[in-house]
């Protein structure tokens, strides 16, 4: 996949391509379903895919309250999108100046003279230029004498496990991420959950109480409801390589305060391999995939009674991991 990151690049692009526009966070099946159907438009009209999104997402600079805490870093947004066909991914620089665009001017400066695509393909939820005033139904109006086609695709709806069905957003995922509901996030994202950053020093706690722990350097994403989950660790030499890497380590995770030795801890993201000789994985870089949630967090009158509580967690995501590993070989 080619990455253009200037807009004075776009003449570079071959026109006639198909375009998508939008921040992808999360690149959850509501965006494969759009990555889908741009696929099939390309295919007939034997050309590639272009994603035009935004670095940072616009609200950290047009509004930073209310920016929301991303899903992923840049580094896995684009793994994911490259994994799924993109040709050319334009990430423009979120700045003041392009972010208030009129919708008219948007369309005449990015889309017409910019990209020069055949066609568009966006969800009915699409907005852009200044204030998002501009809809889908605009985006057609603005290309309709430009003969460039606009193929709108309707939301995608996820049947959760408890048998509610929810309309699949960014926004959606990083509510049940913040509540620990990370089983129902992995069906709207179509795969587990990750945090990617920095292995880092811990206290050493773990390991005097027989649990040495990789712990992780809280990374610029939605972290997940403190709590204790089974999941699975990629580890390597560089934010790009855990992406890359195929080998996925059984784990028990932990996020937490640590309030068992006192009040005012800082916040841990620790991941406890369940393999032996654990150490032979320390590495500069981790990706944590979180698969189950098995308790919340709470103090413990000892460390004595933290380890057996460990012990029992680590069994838990054990059989968890095993079974869901089982499952998953016979669905193959």
């Given amino acids: 996949m080619q990455i253009v990151r200037a807009e004075s690049d776009l ?11 939008g921040n992808f966070d999360g690149v959850h099946i509501g965006h494969r379903a759009i990555l889908s159907t741009a696929k099939q438009v390309a295919e007939q009209k034997q050309t590639e895919i272009v994603v035009m999104t935004f670095q940072p997402h616009p609200l950290s600079i047009l509004n930073p309250k209310r920016a929301p805490s991303p899903l992923m870093p840049p580094v896995l947004k684009e793994h994911l999108l490259s994994e799924l066909g993109v040709g050319i991914l334009f990430t423009a620089k979120s700045e003041p100046e392009l972010l208030n ?3 008219e001017d948007f369309v ?4 017409v003279k910019g990209i020069r695509p055949s066609a568009i393909v966006e969800g009915e939820d699409f907005n852009f230029g200044r204030k998002r005033a501009g809809s889908v139904h605009t985006l057609q109006k603005l290309v309709e004498a430009k ?20 309309e699949v957003s960014s926004t959606a995922i990083r509510d049940m991420v913040t509540k620990g509901k990370i089983a129902d996030a992995a069906i709207l994202l179509g795969r587990p959950y990750r945090l990617i950053g920095d292995i880092v020093p811990g206290r050493g706690k773990g390991k005097q109480l027989g649990f040495p722990t990789l ?4 990374p610029q994403q939605t972290i997940p409801a403190e709590g204790v989950y089974a999941g699975l660790v990629k580890i390597g030499d560089s934010e790009e390589q855990v992406c890359f890497t195929k080998e996925k380590i059984p784990a028990a995770f932990s996020i937490g305060r640590a309030t068992t030795y006192g009040a005012g ?3 841990l993201i620790e991941a406890h391999l369940l393999v032996e000789n654990a150490e032979r994985f320390r ?4 990706a944590m995939d979180f698969v189950t949630y098995i308790r919340p967090q709470r103090r413990f009158e000892s460390p004595q009674a933290l380890a057996a509580q460990i012990a029992d967690d680590c069994a838990a995501a054990r059989n968890i991991l095993t079974t869901q590993t089982i499952e998953n070989s016979e669905m193959r």
Avoid: F, Y
């Fill in 283 to 286: 590495c500069r870089w981790m």
């Fill in 147 to 166: 003969s460039i086609e606009v193929v709108i695709v309707e939301p995608k709806k996820a049947n959760l496990a408890d048998g509610h069905t929810v």
């Fill in 11 to 21: 003449e570079k692009i071959k026109a006639g391509a198909v375009l998508t526009i």
């Fill in 108 to 111: 005449e400066r990015l889309i």
């Fill in 265 to 267: 801890q800082s916040l």
């Fill in 215 to 218: 712990n992780l350097k809280k």
């Fill in 101 to 103: 665009l009129s919708a």
